[in-house]
């Protein structure tokens, strides 16, 4: 680039910066618009010719770097558009799942060890009754009645629905459950 045309870019940097307002009107965005015309212009300084209008050279520069940047704005404009729908799902967030998860793995821990050991053998990690009833060294019958007992306590300390005041503490909450052989 020619010192005389370095010297009178600086000349339009004003009038630049006046015309990006009114393109932008917005102070930060129309100095980044003049900033990155003049960022061009020196790159293409080989392309200018000297008979033309520097001025015109300029202006049409700033037009172009921002009629460039409105499509860009569209593009990203549509596209985030066409995902909206993809990342945001009717989906109900899961909040009453893990508020229920939490209560029922509580529920879980409060019960007696021979009723969790029954319940984790067979619901949890999927052995069969005879599977479980020969890890736990008990008939048959004994599993399967330990079994039912807690998923029954496990179904109502969940929904806090134990039965009459033997299943409430003096404060109302249920009671812990208690050991049924």
Same mark, same amino acid.
């Given at each position: ?5 370095? =010297?009178?870019?600086?000349? #339009?940097?004003?009038? *630049? ?6 393109? @932008? ?8 618009? @003049? ?20 001025? =015109? ?5 700033? #037009?172009?770097? #921002? ?14 558009? =066409?995902? $909206?729908? *993809? ?25 007696? $060890? ?11 990690? /999927?052995?069969?009754?005879? $599977?479980?009833? /020969? ?5 048959? /019958?004994?599993?399967? =009645? ?11 300390? @969940? ?12 404060? /109302?909450?249920?009671?812990? *459950?208690?050991?049924?052989?």
């Amino acid at each position: 680039m020619t010192f005389s045309l370095r =010297s009178q870019l600086s000349d #339009h940097v004003r009038t *630049l910066r006046r015309y990006a307002m009114t393109l @932008v009107r917005n102070r930060d965005d129309a100095e980044d618009l @003049v900033q990155e015309t003049l960022v061009r212009a020196i790159a293409g300084a080989r392309t200018y010719r000297p008979e033309a209008n520097l001025r =015109s050279w300029l202006f049409g520069i700033l #037009h172009n770097v #921002h009629v460039s940047d409105l499509r860009r704005d569209q593009v990203r404009t549509r596209a985030a558009a =066409s995902i $909206e729908p *993809l990342v945001r799902s009717d989906v109900a967030p899961n909040q009453p799942d893990q508020v229920e998860l939490a209560r029922t793995m509580e529920a879980f821990a409060r019960l007696p $060890e021979d009723q969790r050991r029954a319940l984790m053998l067979v619901a949890v990690d /999927g052995l069969s009754y005879q $599977e479980a009833a /020969g890890i736990l060294g008990i008939p048959l /019958g004994t599993l399967m =009645s330990r079994l039912a007992r807690g998923r029954e306590a496990l179904r109502a300390d @969940v929904r806090g629905d134990l039965r009459g005041d033997e299943g409430r503490g003096d404060d /109302g909450r249920p009671a812990p *459950l208690r050991v049924v052989k």
